[in-house]
């Protein structure tokens, strides 16, 4: 199983940017792919991003050109650069891959305000 270790979220003004990091316990090369998804209080969580292992992404339309995934092999590590932030990105953001065995991690919190 992999463990997954989610940070960098935290409070911010609408408008600003602020980058997640998520870092894996052991080697993600194998993955098919790596994703972010989010869950917003009293919501289903949702998928946000993904990058695949030949380096393609897609994202969903509420975050399209203001989002972007990125992933570092060498440090096991998955990021997601968010800028120009809306009330309605506030969720706890969480990475998993595609392909591996994983837990869960716990996620990292975001909060946009108005």
């Known amino acids: 199983q992999v463990q997954l270790v989610e940070s960098g979220g935290g409070l911010v003004q609408a408008g600003g940017s602020l980058r997640l990091s998520c870092v894996a316990s052991?080697?993600?090369?194998?993955?098919?792919?790596m994703n972010w998804f989010r869950q917003a209080p009293g919501k289903q969580r949702e998928w946000v991003a993904t990058?695949?292992?030949?380096?393609?992404?897609g994202y969903a339309d509420s975050v399209k050109g203001r989002f972007t995934i990125s992933l570092d092999y060498v440090k096991n590590t998955l990021y997601l650069q968010m800028n120009e932030l809306k009330p309605e990105d506030t969720a706890v953001y969480y990475c998993k891959p595609t392909g591996l065995a994983f837990d869960w991690g716990q996620g990292t919190q975001v909060t946009v305000s108005s």
């Open positions: 990058i695949t292992s030949g380096g393609s992404s």
């Open positions: 052991r080697s993600i090369f194998s993955a098919a792919a």
